[in-house]
Structure formats: structure tokens, C-alpha cells
T-cell receptor, first 114, second 114 residues
Framework: QKEVEQNSGPLSVPEGAIASLNCTYS??????FFWYRQYSGKSPELIMS????GDKEDGRFTAQLNKASQYVSLLIRDSQPSDSATYLC??????????????FGKGTKLSVKP | GAVVSQHPSWVICKSGTSVKIECRSL??????MFWYRQFPKQSLMLMAT?????????EQGVEKDKFLINHASLTLSTLTVTSAHPEDSSFYIC??????????FGSGTRLTVV
């Protein structure tokens, strides 16, 4: 059973602080990792994707991947109230050359207080 | 950028009736379409995967005769919830696979069965 685990939160941080979101996955053949942001009642929107070990930075967002530990994280610097949302970690596994589907964690609810 | 148009955005129907949800890729060919369902405070759960011109592959526990998926063209996939019941009330989201390995989500359909 492939699983993606996240702390459901809520995670509350003050405006301007760094928010740290964590995710672990169970399937060692997982190849691609994604962070999505979902506002209430809306569809997920892609924040970051990461495929190799290490850090990947995009603006205020940094994704970190450690395949040995089966761990992926998302750091949000200078958090803003508009960052308040549920953050979904998703893992993609390809089998036999097929276009793999995404397996989602339950999401971490982030609240950034002004 | 790649856009998937999903309609309707919300629908209320009577128990026992059928509802059709459409997802249309506007500027790319979606060879694979994924259909997800999301209950309140839960993550996205994959229901089925469909490839253009072939039968959909359903996840365990998803009734294929109840959730009819048609992917007749590279730009259109539909999900029909047949004989809907209140327990089918949920947020349904499609996701189209792009050849580059990325995914584009539709805006979601809020289904309420009364």
C-alpha cells in the first residue's frame, strides 16, 4: 500500500516567519514529488516539483528531497496571510512506462497570522 | 499555459438521478485523465484513470457501473455519476496528464445530492 503522510496541522506561523511543511512516503520507487496548495473549495495548484535529492528554490519556496529517508519538505520564507491554505504533498510512481498517477497526502493546513 | 476546463463547477441533484461532469483540455492533448474525489477535510483520492480510446481503470472500491468514464477524444473526458445518492456528495476533480510529465487540474465540481 503506497502511502503519503503529512501532519494535518493546523500549523500556525506569524507573518514574515518561515513555515516548514513535512511529508514522508512509503514507496521507495517513487520518482517525482510535488507540493500543491489548495484553498478551501478550490482545486489544487502546483507550487513546486522536485525530482532529485537536495534543495530546489523558487522565490519564497524551497523544496527539499531526501530519498534515502523518504522525506520531502517545503519551506515558505517570509510567510504571508495569503499563504494560508492546505498544502498537499503528492508522489508520483511510474510503472512499466505508463503515465503514473499522483498519490496525495491528507494535507497540512497552514495559517499565517498577520 | 495548459488549461483544463471542468464543468459544472457545482451541481445539486436529486437522489436517484445522474450527473455528468466534463473536463476539457483547452490547449493540449490529454492522453491520460485522472479522476479524483475529495471529501471534506480529506485528501484527493484517485477514482480512476482513463486513456483516450480505451476503457478506464478503476481503483479498488470504486464501482465502474456507477461512475462511468468516457474519454472519447484527446481533449474531452467525462465522468457520469449514475443513480446518485447523498453519500456521493463530494468534490470531484479531474487531472490531465501532459506529455512532459506534468499534470493540470480542472477547477473541480462540487456535487450535492439531496
Amino acid at each position: 500500500q503506497k502511502e503519503v503522510e503529512q501532519n494535518s496541522g493546523p500549523l500556525s506561523v506569524p507573518e514574515g516567519a518561515i513555515a516548514s511543511l513535512n511529508c514522508t512516503y512509503s514507496d521507495r520507487v517513487s520518482q517525482s514529488f510535488f507540493w500543491y496548495r489548495q484553498y478551501s473549495g478550490k482545486s489544487p495548484e502546483l507550487i513546486m516539483s522536485i525530482y532529485s535529492n537536495g534543495d530546489k528554490e523558487d522565490g519564497r519556496f524551497t523544496a527539499q528531497l531526501n530519498k534515502a529517508s523518504q522525506y520531502v519538505s517545503l519551506l515558505i520564507r517570509d510567510s504571508q496571510p495569503s499563504d494560508s491554505a492546505t498544502y498537499l504533498c503528492a508522489v508520483k510512481v511510474n510503472y512499466g512506462g505508463s503515465q503514473g498517477n499522483l498519490i496525495f497526502g491528507k494535507g497540512t493546513k497552514l495559517s499565517v497570522k498577520p | 499555459g495548459a488549461v483544463v476546463s471542468q464543468h459544472p463547477s457545482w451541481v445539486i441533484c436529486k437522489s436517484g438521478t445522474s450527473v455528468k461532469i466534463e473536463c476539457r483540455s483547452l490547449d493540449f492533448q490529454a492522453t491520460t485523465m485522472f479522476w479524483y474525489r475529495q471529501f471534506p477535510k480529506q485528501s484527493l483520492m484517485l477514482m480512476a484513470t482513463s486513456n483516450e480510446g480505451s476503457k478506464a481503470t478503476y481503483e479498488q472500491g470504486v464501482e465502474k457501473d456507477k461512475f462511468l468514464i468516457n474519454h472519447a477524444s484527446l481533449t474531452l473526458s467525462t465522468l457520469t455519476v449514475t443513480s446518485a445518492h447523498p453519500e456521493d456528495s463530494s468534490f470531484y476533480i479531474c487531472s490531465a496528464s501532459r506529455g512532459s510529465g506534468g499534470y493540470t487540474f480542472g477547477s473541480g465540481t462540487r456535487l450535492t445530492v439531496v
